[in-house]
Each structure stands twice: as structure tokens, then as C-alpha cells.
């Protein structure tokens, strides 16, 4: 099935619910982070998981994997001690913080990683979000 341009498009602003863009991240040691594209009011959702976007894939799926995409998948994914939980838009680019302007709420399923992320302050536009990632997982599998 192919999908037109303007599918996709919505398709992703349904996963991620404000308007963001990826770009060098300012967390010591990422690589890419996701950055706001215009102001965010505190308690406002900024990713929601959607089935038709985002993926989950068992423990052993790391076993089919050289150990550069191993890295580079768990990089983006977060495990829960059962699955992986890759989000298939920019969500998968939100770095950790200690001190995190956006966190994860109980919405969207029993699996963390699916949980809907509400900015926990107002972010401004051009500002890195980042969450707690021990609010989705451990990132440690089995």
C-alpha cells in the first residue's frame, strides 16, 4: 500500500502533537534531540503513541542485529522488561535529562514507552525536549 505525502504527514503529527524538528542535540554525548517548533504551554501533549507509526519488537529481536544496529536501535528504543518500544517519528529522539521538560503520564496502553509525554513546563520554540528515561524503562534488556 503506498502512502501519499499528505497521509504520512498527519500520520506523524499524530504521534508527535506539536510541531517538532530534529537537530544536534545539547545533551552531552547524543547525537540528534527533538526540538520544539513553537511554543508549548505546561500540561500540553507533545507525543502520543500511535500503533500506525510506532513499533514494539521482543527481546530477541537484538539477537537478528549486527552489533552496530543493536546500538543504534537501542539507542532510539526503550525496553520495559519485556519489549522494545520504538516510536517511528521524532519521538524516538527525546534524550534524557535530569531535569526534564517534558514527562511521561499513564495514557495510551499498560506498557510505559506508550504513555503519552506532556510538557511538564512551558517550552519555547527552538528549545531541546527532553524526559526522564526511567519513566518509560530501564534500556537494559533481559
Do not use: C
Amino acid at each position: 500500500m503506498k502512502i501519499r505525502l499528505g497521509d504520512l504527514r498527519k500520520i506523524i503529527r499524530e504521534a508527535m502533537t506539536v510541531g517538532s524538528r530534529l537537530a544536534p542535540s545539547g545533551v552531552p554525548g547524543a547525537g540528534l534531540g527533538v526540538f520544539s517548533t513553537g511554543d508549548v504551554g505546561a500540561g500540553e501533549e507533545v507525543f502520543s503513541w500511535d500503533p500506525q507509526v510506532d513499533s514494539e519488537y521482543s527481546g530477541e529481536y537484538l539477537d537478528g542485529l549486527s552489533p552496530e544496529e543493536s546500538e543504534e536501535f537501542q539507542d532510539l528504543a526503550s525496553w520495559d522488561g519485556e519489549v522494545w518500544s520504538l516510536a517511528g517519528d521524532n519521538g524516538a529522539y527525546f534524550n534524557h535529562s535530569e531535569d526534564p521538560n517534558v514527562e511521561v503520564v499513564p495514557r495510551g496502553g499498560v506498557r510505559p514507552a506508550r504513555w503519552a509525554r506532556v510538557a511538564a513546563r512551558d517550552i519555547r520554540p527552538g528549545e531541546e525536549m527532553t524526559m526522564d528515561y526511567s519513566q518509560v524503562g530501564s534500556d537494559v534488556p533481559r
